[in-house]
């Protein structure tokens, strides 16, 4: 799992690839979470990403939860493959994706 953040501003862009799961959960959240306090934008690329677990979806959550105070999360090009999860577990209804 890689992550490549870009700063523009207050707006954050993170282009995600491969999974994030329990083994990759803990850099995936330092990566996305390192300087977020003055962000009010945050837009997750997931064009790249394979795959989900629930870790993966409790990062989600937490980012979902911050960003709900200080401004937006965006999640675009979503695969099959994810978005399937999304909607399996209801995230598809209490996330913004493009």
């Known amino acids: 799992m890689t992550i490549q953040t870009t700063r523009d501003g207050g707006k954050l862009y993170a282009r995600v690839q491969g999974r994030i799961d329990t083994n990759t959960v803990g850099e995936a959240e330092k990566k996305l979470k390192d300087g977020i306090e003055s962000v009010t934008e945050l837009v997750l690329d ?3 990403m394979d795959y989900i677990s ?6 989600l959550l937490s980012l979902q939860k ?6 937006s999360l965006k ?3 979503v695969s099959e ?5 999304f909607e399996v577990t209801g995230f598809s209804d209490i996330l913004t994706i493009e």
């Open 75 to 77: 999640i675009t090009n």
């Open 81 to 85: 493959a994810v978005m399937e999860i």
């Open 46 to 48: 997931f064009k790249e």
């Open 54 to 59: 629930s870790a993966g979806l409790r990062l």
């Open 66 to 71: 911050i960003m709900n105070r200080q401004g």
